[in-house]
């Protein structure tokens, strides 16, 4: 069974770059079918995509935070990581790493892609404060 | 950008039946998608691409679709069930948006 685990520093301070790291156990990163995703949800609040990165590295981010946000993967360790910048109050939430089904759908003699999360890791709360 | 709608709560008794709507899935080539998610743990996939269940998921737990919107039902609701609920979807370029939750009373 897959699985996924967040980790990195619980608190960061106004203006800096928070980086998270997800390490994925019992499965190689490497996969065709997949991407890797980070999601976060502020407390009491719902869940927002912050974006993905392919095992090719191609990356697709939220437009919200398309201007801070770096994805990047490390296959030879299976790991992805986040890295945020210039961040906020506004930032602190729960932040998890997430296992991303895609594929392919023909509908109307056209391709469209789809994507859903199928394993998430436990999350890990990243508070901005001074 | 791009929006799914829930209701915010919907409550039942314990044996009735649930229904959690979601409304403003992409037409054409979009699915919708379902996550049950109880406090202080992380999101657990119930439904994929508007009505298939994972392994593990109840019987009882089922979805559909009508247009553009999607419904996630569940059947004899037991206490257990109580949690939030999130429909997902992704846009013609790939990004991916979650509806604003739904919390599930049993009452």
């Known amino acids: ?130 | 950008s791009y929006e799914l709608t829930q209701p915010p709560s919907v409550s039942v008794s314990p044996g009735q039946t649930a229904r959690i709507t979601c409304s403003g899935i992409a037409l054409p080539g979009q699915y919708g998608y379902w996550y049950q998610q109880k406090p202080g743990q992380a999101p657990v996939l119930v439904i994929y691409k508007d009505n298939e269940r994972p392994s593990g998921i109840p019987e009882r737990v089922s979805g559909s679709r009508s247009g553009t919107t999607v419904t996630l039902t569940i059947s004899g609701v037991q206490a257990e069930d109580e949690a939030d609920y999130y429909c997902q979807s992704t846009d013609s370029s790939g990004t991916v948006a979650f509806g604003g939750g739904t919390k599930l009373t049993v009452l």
């Open chain 1, 1 to 130: 069974q897959v699985q996924l685990q967040e980790s990195g520093p619980g608190l960061v301070k106004p203006s800096q770059t928070l980086s998270l790291t997800c390490s994925v156990s019992g499965g190689s990163i490497n996969s065709g079918v997949y991407s890797w995703s980070w999601i976060r949800q502020p407390a009491g609040k719902g869940l927002e995509w912050i974006g993905r990165v392919y095992p090719s590295g191609s990356t697709n981010y939220n437009p919200s935070l398309k201007s801070r946000v770096t994805i990047s993967v490390d296959t030879s360790k299976n790991q992805f990581s986040l890295r945020l910048s210039s961040v906020t109050a506004a930032d602190t939430a729960v932040y998890y790493c997430a296992r991303e089904r895609f594929g392919q759908l023909l509908e109307q003699r056209s391709y469209y892609h789809f994507y859903y999360m199928d394993v998430w890791g436990k999350g890990t709360t990243v508070t901005v404060s001074s």
